[in-house]
């Protein structure tokens, strides 16, 4: 994987940006961010509601203008104040998917996608080919002749899709195109944009503020908070070594606690003392020392809990305080010295009652810790 | 057996009815219905039967044995309706076409585009609204009349020789344009505003170039708007009298309202054929007026998508400060320059001027004319009756409005719905005609109110309950009904939770309804035209018949003291509308 993306580092990334900021009023809704994006990328924007995403991502589209930073497409320049650049939107050939579809509601399906080769003055029968291909790649052959009014919001949407693919953009946007969906919807259209962005290998950025979402996407996950990007990196790194309490709360469920550095063992590994005076050993990428405030990390998928197995040298004693069954798993959450604590236990059976005194096992090598950046203060 | 069965499953519904007719409420809502038919139905009805009589109308006879088509055979006949027609009809194209330029681009540059001062010019482009129809009428007449008009002179002093003639089909449709333009510019902006801009968005990530774009997605998006309110401006100007009358005669241009008054009130009277006339004229509208609601019940574009921040607005770029110019001059030279050109008027001494240096003599400046004005006995006359007609018309017609909104938005008694249809009918009918049918209904009914204020109050108060009781309907709908449910749970009456919950959430609502209704009736012209006597005559009224005698000067007086009146009620009512959108937010 890593080797794959280095190869492809030798083109020149498709879409770069550099140092880019747009303020509102004296509020900079986005900070100095710098990502590139290579050809074939599928990078998801992720944050929470306001840090920035959709100012993001209408940036490189060329619906809004930067105040400072660069954006290059294929190498060249499309924005770029200092030089007083800027690419219009029209003139950028990206292909955008809205969250509220923008659906034109005064044309039929067909013309709705036609519309981006009409105004490239395509020939009419070259016109009808590529619609009803694209129409048939997203599943709506049958309603091309529809009144667009009369669609559903998952039709709509695929209307969008198409409307943004038809005619080979450089790059594809999407700004939260599943999040006015609901739940069962959501997912198949993930499943199927997923198959579909493999089979054009269309490059794309992919906006949303919904983790799943993101994890499942993504090549890559851009994590933004307050108009910065914070960490970058494939969900995988993301998901193990968040480097900030922000991003490991938003990439997941984890159990996070505050705690203090007692000592450093050897092979990475630390013990560390929680507030509540719990001890416990966690590995460290070598950067912590004694002394140092911390968060620890530990994932509820990563835990097992059992009657039995007292006095093992990571199981710590716990009483369950409630458990929710989720069809293929368990959530329980126990009373860890004081402290609440969760786990997820696979499988349909739920067979540990409330109440019940258990032994909980966090496997050493999977706990792990985010030294406190002391700008961003103790809490 | 069946047929019994028949008859009785057919007389239960009508046994209810006729208990509910006879239930306190139904009588009440029967009585509602016969006031309505009364004010609205009953004119029209006697201005259609009269349309068929030989005799002009008199008290008490109607003679039904002599029911004629003669007057038809005799306008239709004359051949000049269709020039009528032709006059009226081409006139109201142009303007309406007028309109929907200025009224859909200036709601366009106000609202989608960064042009400096865009709020503020949303604010001042319904100004010429406020201009009554009348007084505009004057002030181009001053300005752009061919030999004399202000703006002709200073033309021809700078030696260019491009005469304006405000007296031609062109001058006319441009006055009707600017003055009816700020309705189109309403149901736009609206139109604009409920269109979610990533319409327009998607279409620029197409590809397409802004000027494309507008023509494609956004005019088409608008297009309900564009075509209710251009029909709606078409049926005001069809049944327009003021401007007509003012700047059609001296061109030789004759339109049907204008004729006719002169059936009417030139010797001698032909009430019928112009009642016949009037029937035509009526006909034209309605119909309009029915297509206007095909149009805007078949299709309007709701796309506002609740999410998200409005995005930036169309940067208009270099063209910025242009654009700004060119919208603030166009409302400074179609409000402004009026009132400038009256006033110049009403402060001259006298009117005869040729050049700029002579309309440039400070000499000539004085207030006599206003002294005069204020000690005119008609003037006085005529603006205290103003003032009585405007203000019975809303104390008679708030109350009867309120009423009916009551019972159409809040109850669910039967005949509700035959209210409402009645409440807005007058949308369609022409003052004119609604005065001349009252003109008919009165002469020939026992109890004389003819001659008095009462008539014109009545006809106002039916001429006005379509937005009257669409301003006190839109304040009900907005209180939610639990708050008066919960009053009544509470124990209390109709009437005290009228008095109590409805009446004083609903007041800020009813208030402005109230200065609507004095601002319409002050400045109200063709609905009284028939209907007035040497001491009834309202202010309007008087400043035509001056007019019509050459007291230029007094008129531009009373037209600034028209406007100055009606300035303060929008200003009040401003108010009003900034406090109630206190309260409630
Ligand atoms: N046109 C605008 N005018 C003023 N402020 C704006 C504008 N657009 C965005 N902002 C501000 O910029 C910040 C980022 O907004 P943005 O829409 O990019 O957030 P987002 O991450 O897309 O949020 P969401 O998930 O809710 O869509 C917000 O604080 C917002 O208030
Ligand atoms: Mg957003």
Not at chain 1, 33 to 62: H, I, N, Q, W, Y
Not at chain 1, 143 to 165: I, K, N
Not at chain 2, 87 to 93: D, K
Not at chain 2, 240 to 253: C, D, M
Request: hydrophobic share 50%; charged share 20%.
């Amino acid at each position: 994987m890593a080797f794959e993306r280095a190869a492809l580092k030798s083109q020149a990334p498709k879409c770069q940006v550099e140092a880019l900021t747009k303020r509102y009023g004296a509020r900079a809704a986005v900070d100095a961010v710098t990502f590139d994006v290579d050809e074939g990328e599928f990078v998801v924007l992720l944050g929470p509601s306001g840090c920035g995403k959709t100012t993001m991502l209408r940036l490189v589209a060329g619906l809004a203008a930067p105040d400072e930073g660069r954006i290059r497409l294929d190498g060249k320049s499309v924005a770029d104040p200092a030089r007083d650049v800027f690419v219009r939107a029209e003139r950028r050939g990206i292909g955008m998917v809205f969250q509220s579809y923008a659906i034109w509601p005064h044309m039929n399906v067909f013309e709705n996608v036609a519309y981006p080769l009409r105004v490239r003055r395509q020939r009419g029968e070259e016109i009808k080919r590529k619609v009803e291909s694209v129409l048939a790649l997203v599943g709506l052959s049958a309603e091309s002749r529809r009144s667009a009014a009369q669609l559903s919001g998952g039709q709509m949407q695929r209307v969008a899709l198409a409307r943004a693919l038809v005619f080979d953009p450089t790059l594809l946007l999407f700004d939260e195109p599943l999040s006015n969906l609901d739940l069962k919807l959501r997912e198949r259209l993930r499943l199927e944009l997923k198959e579909l962005q493999r089979r054009t290998g269309l490059t794309s950025i992919y906006v949303t503020h919904d983790q799943a979402e993101a994890v499942e996407l993504a090549d890559r996950i851009l994590v933004m908070e307050n108009g910065r990007v914070v960490q970058v990196g494939a969900p995988r790194e993301l998901y193990h070594q968040p480097q900030s309490r922000f991003v490991a709360e938003f990439i997941s469920t984890a159990n996070i606690f505050a705690g203090q550095v007692l000592a450093r063992l050897a092979d990475d590994f630390a013990s560390v003392k929680t507030m509540t005076g719990r001890e416990l050993a966690v590995r460290h990428d070598g950067t912590v020392s004694e002394g140092d405030l911390v968060d620890v990390v530990i994932h509820p998928e990563d835990c097992r809990i059992s009657v039995d197995e007292s006095g093992r040298p990571d199981g710590y004693q716990a009483r369950i305080v409630s458990r929710r069954y989720q069809g293929t798993s368990t959530r329980y959450t126990l009373d860890w010295a004081g402290e609440m604590f969760d786990v997820v236990v696979l499988g349909s059976e739920a067979p540990l009652a409330e109440g019940a005194e258990v032994t909980l096992t966090v496997p050493r090598e999977r706990a792990r810790i985010i030294v406190r950046n002391s700008a961003r203060g103790t809490r | 057996m069946t047929g019994l069965a028949a008859s009785t499953s057919r007389r239960s519904p009508s046994r209810r009815l006729f208990a509910s007719a006879f239930s306190p409420r139904g009588a009440f809502v029967a009585c509602l219905l016969a006031a309505l038919t009364f004010l609205i139905v009953l004119p029209v009805l006697a201005l259609v039967i009269g349309s068929f009589l030989p005799t002009p109308p008199r008290a008490l006879a109607i003679d039904w044995s002599g029911l004629t088509l003669a007057n038809y055979r005799e306008i239709l006949g004359e051949g000049n309706v269709l020039a009528l027609l032709r006059v009226t009809l081409a006139a109201a194209v142009i303007g309406t076409a007028g309109a929907l330029v200025i009224g859909a681009s200036l709601a366009w540059l106000a609202i989608r585009t960064d042009v400096p001062g865009r709020s503020l010019l949303e604010n001042v482009a319904i100004l010429p609204m406020f201009v009554p129809p009348l007084v505009g009428a004057f002030a181009w007449d001053i300005l752009a009349s061919p030999k004399s008009g202000i703006i002709n002179i200073a033309l021809r002093s700078l030696g260019l020789d491009a005469a304006l003639n405000i007296y031609s089909f062109g001058g006319i449709g441009f006055v009707f344009a600017i003055y009816y333009a700020p309705y189109v510019h309403l149901f736009v902006a609206a139109a604009l505003r409920n269109i979610d801009p990533v319409h327009e968005e998607a279409a620029w990530m197409s590809g397409a170039s802004r000027w494309r774009c507008l023509w494609q997605i956004t005019l088409p998006l608008v297009l309900p708007a564009l075509l209710s309110s251009g029909l709606l401006v078409f049926v005001l100007l069809i049944e327009l009298f003021a401007i007509p009358a003012i700047l059609g005669e001296p061109g030789n241009l004759h339109f049907m309202s204008v004729r006719i008054w002169e059936m009417v009130g030139f010797t001698p009277p032909k009430v019928n054929q112009a009642s016949a006339l009037g029937v035509l004229m009526l006909l034209i509208t309605v119909t309009l007026v029915l297509i206007q609601y095909r149009v805007l019940g078949k299709r309007s574009f709701v796309t506002v998508s609740g999410k998200g921040l409005r995005p930036d607005l169309l940067a208009l770029g270099t063209a910025r400060w242009p654009l700004a110019c060119l919208g603030f001059g166009y409302i400074l030279f179609v409000v402004l320059m009026p009132y400038a050109a009256l006033l110049f008027i009403a402060l001259r001494k006298n009117l005869f001027y040729a050049t700029l240096g002579a309309l440039a003599d400070t000499r000539q400046l004085s207030l006599d004319q206003f002294a005069l004005a204020f000690s005119d006995p008609v003037v006085r006359g005529s603006f205290l009756n103003s003032l009585l007609v405007s203000l019975g018309t809303v104390t008679v017609g708030s109350l009867l409005y309120f009423t009916i909104a009551y019972v159409v938005q809040r109850t669910n008694l039967k005949g509700r719905r035959a209210l409402d249809l009645i409440a807005i009918l007058p949308i369609a009918i022409p003052g004119l005609i609604i005065g001349l049918g009252y003109l008919w209904t009165w002469i020939s009914l026992p109890f004389g109110i003819y001659g008095t204020l009462w008539i014109i109050i009545l006809a106002y108060v039916s001429q006005f309950s379509p937005q009257g009781v669409r301003a006190i309907s839109g304040s009900l709908v907005q209180i939610d009904p639990e708050l008066e449910e919960s009053s009544r749970l509470c124990g209390a009456g109709l009437a005290y939770t009228l008095r109590r919950i409805v009446v004083p959430l609903a007041w800020p609502g009813i208030l402005s309804a109230m200065i609507l209704l004095l601002i319409l009736s002050f400045r109200e012209l063709a609905t009284a035209l028939f209907l007035y006597t040497s001491t009834t005559q309202v202010f309007s009224l008087t400043m035509f018949d001056f007019w019509l005698r050459g007291s230029t000067n007094l008129v531009a007086v009373m037209a600034l003291v028209q406007t100055l009146v009606l300035a303060l009620l929008v200003l009040l009512a401003r108010r009003i509308r900034r406090e109630r959108t206190q309260i409630f937010t």
